[in-house]
């Protein structure tokens, strides 16, 4: 008999919902109508085995402790901010993520997003099609890349992969995250610090409670009016209402953004300023990263079901 499996969000491609579709009977919640879904989760959560989720979406404690036969949690993503892993934990339910095949992908977003912003191409893009270039309309010159400074917020995989690009643009590299690095990098002494000392700050730590709103007010206000803020990892690592009114003032002078606190919304504030460049949470949106991740996240399924070793599990708080 195949396992159950619930569903939770969208965003894999066709190709891994047919491997789904074979291996397990599948719920999917994304289906439902929003005014259904908590009777279905009724109907369904006796006979449910397994998650497939997004990173956004993850598992909350409420939807977990509802399913009393859950035994793993395989999140299409990286990013495991979402889960809830104090729920999962105690019940010794697995978790498995997606790391390394979404790394270059979302570093090459990281990137598109530093250079739209410092070359304004959306502006530029505007520009063009409002007619103000035959019309003669001014344009405001950009700034070049060379020998400034990228200030890289978490170097782990990600933030190591844009770090590298980076370089080969002729940037000077630093970082800043609790631990030392092993890198030939220099580690800034504090985040307000790093923000001082770089002209691009890149945010590419993970989510979840410890690094909740760190670019705060004053993290923005050392970046300073010259300064870029790119953001391709959570939205709560950003204090958005900080932002938006730093940029609103002129404090900071551009942000490029791909995730925000309350996904898909993204406050009016943001999409009205000129200086910001906004994309759909897309870092790992390619057919090629999508298809691995999915696979990836398909696999740790297959193995928990034939009781093989999983191939990325992540440990959980109090593992
Ligand atoms: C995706 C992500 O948006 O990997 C992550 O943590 O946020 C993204 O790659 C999402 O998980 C796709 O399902």
């Known amino acids: 008999m195949r396992p159950e499996i619930l569903l939770l969000g969208s965003g894999w491609v066709p190709q891994v919902d047919k491997v789904l579709e074979r291996d397990y009977v599948c719920h999917r919640l994304a289906a439902v109508a ?23 979406t993850g598992i909350d404690a409420a939807l977990a402790d509802r399913l009393p036969k859950l035994e793993i949690v395989a999140v299409h993503g990286v990013g495991v901010d979402a889960v809830a ?13 997606t790391p390394d095949v979404l790394t270059e992908d979302v570093a090459d977003l990281a990137v598109s997003l530093l250079l739209a912003s410092s070359r304004r191409i959306p502006q530029l893009d505007r520009h063009v099609r409002a007619g103000d270039w035959e019309a003669k ?21 990600i933030g190591r992969a844009v770090a ?33 000392e770089s002209d691009y700050l890149i945010v590419c730590a993970p989510g979840g409670a410890a690094t909740r709103a760190m670019i705060d007010a004053d993290v923005l206000d050392a970046l300073g009016p010259e300064g870029t803020l790119v953001n391709i ?3 709560s690592l950003v204090d958005e209402a900080a932002l938006i009114a730093a940029l609103q003032e002129g404090r900071l002078g551009a942000a490029a953004l791909d995730v925000f606190a309350d996904e898909p919304r993204v406050p009016a ?29 398909a696999a740790n399924l297959e193995a928990h079901f034939a009781g093989k070793p999983l191939p990325t599990r992540v440990l959980g708080a109090s593992a």
Do not use: W
């Open 34 to 56: 929003p005014a259904d879904r908590d009777a279905f989760i009724e109907r369904v959560a006796p006979g449910v085995r397994g998650v497939f989720t997004t990173g956004v």
């Open 137 to 157: 309309k001014p344009l405001q010159p950009a700034r070049s890349l060379r020998g400034k400074v990228a200030g890289i917020v978490g170097l782990g995989r």
């Open 164 to 196: 590298t690009r980076l370089e080969s643009f002729g940037m000077a590299i630093r970082y800043f995250q609790r631990s030392t690095a092993d890198c030939l990098y220099p580690r800034s002494a504090s985040l307000p610090d790093l923000a001082r």
């Open 85 to 97: 892993f104090d729920a999962l934990d105690p019940r010794g339910i697995l978790v498995t993520n």
């Open 269 to 297: 504030a943001l999409r009205e300023l000129d200086n910001v460049v906004l994309t759909p949470h897309v870092g790992s949106f390619t057919v090629e990263t999508r298809t691995a991740m999915g696979m990836l996240a």
């Open 233 to 235: 990892a959570r939205g």
